[in-house]
């Protein structure tokens, strides 16, 4: 059989010395044309693929390596549990406040208005100034009312003198009718004329009071002590026209009175609290009352209740109360809105750091640590801020929430969560508390009783 000129699909390698191999089929020598290669070109994808071997194997066997390194390591060792301050809770007697808001005004205010017609002479005040009582303050032109003086001192001159005449003809006339030389109708006469002058000099002294008054109202002055405002009279204005023009206010604020309202519960409450008496009413001393003005941080004017109205308005369920404050370094301004706290009371109490009493959307609760030092929390009801120290209020039972025995955690609260375990560690210079029982959360030790319905406190409650 013949050869077979067909190319083979084979690689053909060069020899050495250039040529092309061939392949020989059945005693045929076929040439292989698909691809060429010289034998230096192979020897070099050789060492490649050798070298490329080698760096596999290093490769696997640094992570062999490495694993096993990991497994040689030691256990692990957690980072130990962090740190948080403590303190006990203490007890003390608190007051029982109650917190409302009002408005401040003097003790005395006088609307100063012009009593006669006429035109101003003169301002004597400057806007703003401190007064006393009798100071002058406005000067009407007083010339019309001296005429009118005047006038009415000659009138009652005038009547004076007619009731002279009248008193001599009824003498004379009485004289002769006592010899019958008149009749008794003339003497009759004569005594009603008599009366009649009298009774004109009245009138005429009483017109002379009145001008008198009058010329003495051109002068303006203050009726209390005081301080002015500001007022728009200026000189050669007419007033007293149509009605009293109003020239001046002075408000008298050495006394200042702050007027607030209670509601009708908080008013029955307290009856019944003291018997259904007022203070002052039983011996009692009346009820201190704090206030603090809207750049005040706490209730730092001291003052005490005044009064209270007769009844209870109607339309609003409310009794007004006024309470009364010292003034005199002049710092409340009458017509402030004002907060006013009554301490009606006092009971026992548990306080906490203020900073210990943390919130959420459940209400307000501390953090306790427990005998195992794992962190506990504890829903409380909050009172009022005392001394940087929040009241701790019981709730239905008289559960506290806490007990003096508790450790609440006040600094690290940050690093505390429910259930965590914990470092406890006293504040500075506080021998530590001991971890033991959690006590019992009732009441304290000889409490008072519970606070009235109209405590200042924080009635929500955790959970």
Known sequence: MGCSRAFR?????????????????????????????????????LLQAVFAASVFVFASAMIAGLGGCERETAGY???????VTVANPTERTVPVTLDFTGTTRGVESVEV???????????????????????LLFVIDPRPFEAIVRQNQAQVESRRAALRLAEVLLTRTAEAVSRSAAAQTELDRVTAERDSARAQLELAEAQLVQSELDLEFTQVRSPIDGRIGITKIDAGQLVGAAEPTLLATVINDSVVLATYYMSEREVLD??????????????????????????????VHEGTFAWADNRVDPM????????????SSGVIVPGLFVRLR??????????VPDVAVQRDANGPYVLVVGADNKVQRRNVITGDVVDRGRMIMAGPG??????LQDRVIINGLQRARPGATVDPVPPSGVTAPAAGSAGDNKAPANPSAAPTSGESSDRSTGG
């Not at 009794?319 to 009364?324: D, Q, T």
């Open 270 to 299: 307290q009856r019944r609290i003291n018997n259904n008496r007022r203070p002052g009413e039983d011996g009692r001393p009346n009820i201190p009352v704090l206030m603090a003005l809207a750049n005040d941080a706490d209730y």
């Open 113 to 135: 208005r012009a009593r006669v017609r006429g035109f101003i002479a003169s301002k004597e005040i400057t806007e703003g100034q401190r007064v006393k009582k009798g100071d």
């Open 77 to 83: 060792t957690p980072p130990p549990p962090p740190q």
């Open 342 to 351: 009554s301490i009606v009371g006092e009971q026992r109490a548990i306080i």
């Open 9 to 45: 699909p084979e690689l053909a390698f060069r020899r050495p010395d250039g040529e092309p191999a061939s392949v020989r089929q059945r005693g045929c020598e076929v040439p292989l044309l698909r691809a060429s290669f010289s034998w230096p070109s192979l020897r070099s994808r």
């Open 398 to 403: 008289g559960d506290y929430g806490i007990s």
């Open 316 to 327: 609003q369920g409310t009794v007004k109360v006024e309470a009364s404050f010292d003034n």
